[in-house]
């Protein structure tokens, strides 16, 4: 009741005399505006700040795993070159064959940088190609060039990981670039001058 009065008395009349007419309309018109001020409408919720955004990580690649006989094709020939009274008797050379096509296992960008490094030792059919004849044991050479690939595959890995980087070498780079900018503007400012002295000269 009390508040329909009030507002009746504040339409009906001019605000600086209804408020002088009536005292409990002022009080209300006062509570309203303490009420207002006190409002922040320019605050957001928390929910909406905007939460800050860690940097992207660039997504490195797996390890490659270790290499075995399941993974590859082996054959094995006749070895050459001294070898006592095995020598040309027994298939102990290997013959080593990765199908980097075939190799679900193994991460494409790995098999890019393989076959960028290898490519002599890669034929028409896409298979990486190895041979060893280091001893005259079958066992002992299969092992060799499974060693030989598995070093292969290792630095194909390491060539296609994201390089992070280093800080205080960008700020030692940023230096070396200030330091060759000013001696470039200094040995330009030095043959400006030069120009100008003979030019002065001529004229006299």
Known sequence: MFGRTASFVLQQLPLSRALSQCPAAAAAVLRGRQLHSTVNYSAQPPSAAAAPVPAAKLPAIPPVKRISRDDVDIQFARSSGAGGQNVNKVNTKVDMRLRLDAASWLDEEIKEAVRRAERNRINKE???????????????????????????????????????????????????????????????????????????KIDW
């Open 126 to 200: 896409g298979e990486l190609v190895l041979t060893s004849q280091r001893t005259r044991s079958q066992a002992d050479n299969v092992e060799d060039a499974l060693t030989k690939l598995q070093e292969i595959l290792d630095a194909a890995w390491k060539a296609v990981q994201p390089i992070e980087e280093d800080p205080e070498k960008k700020k030692e780079i940023q230096k070396q670039l200030k330091r060759g900018n000013e001696r470039r503007l200094n040995s330009k400012k030095f043959q400006s001058d030069k120009k100008k002295e003979r030019r002065s």
